[in-house]
Nanobody, 128 residues
Framework: QVQLVESGGGSVQAGGSLRLSCAAS????????MGWFRQAPGKEREFVAA????????YYADSVKGRFTISRDNAKNTVYLQMNSLKPEDTAVYYC?????????????????????WGQGTQVTVSS
């Protein structure tokens, strides 16, 4: 069984930065693709970023490209989301997710249904 625990959320003014962390239990972390999603009030959960098992390949939603950076430390079973130049529209609950599927290509999944395990979420609030 895999458990994911996010941390690092909080309140920040527009233009500020936050770094989210997601610690995973279990032995599947280093062989799994990791992703971040977010859900704003009244909106559906949306894809933010994903990283490959080796962290050599990453993919971002257009809305965060150039501002957010996903990374992972397989020795620590942890994935990070560095968020810079935050905007009020980044306000949401942020979730990390793990996909145990072994892809033979560099494909990085972006759909919620692709991910097997989810964290409980951490709130990020950006004020103008």
């Amino acid at each position: 069984q895999v458990q994911l625990v996010e941390s690092g959320g909080g309140s920040v003014q527009a233009g500020g930065s936050l770094r989210l962390s997601c610690a995973a239990s279990g032995r599947t972390f280093s062989t799994s693709i990791m992703g971040w999603f977010r859900q704003a009030p009244g909106k559906e959960r949306e894809f933010v970023a994903a990283t490959s098992r080796s962290d050599r390949s990453t993919y971002y939603a257009d809305s965060v490209k150039g501002r957010f950076t996903i990374s992972r430390d397989n020795a620590k079973n942890t994935v990070y989301l560095q968020m810079n130049s935050l905007k009020p529209e980044d306000t949401a609950v942020y979730y990390c997710a793990l996909d145990t599927t072994y892809y033979t290509t560099n494909y990085l999944p972006r759909g919620q249904k692709d991910y097997n395990y989810w964290g409980q979420g951490t709130q990020v609030t950006v004020s103008s």
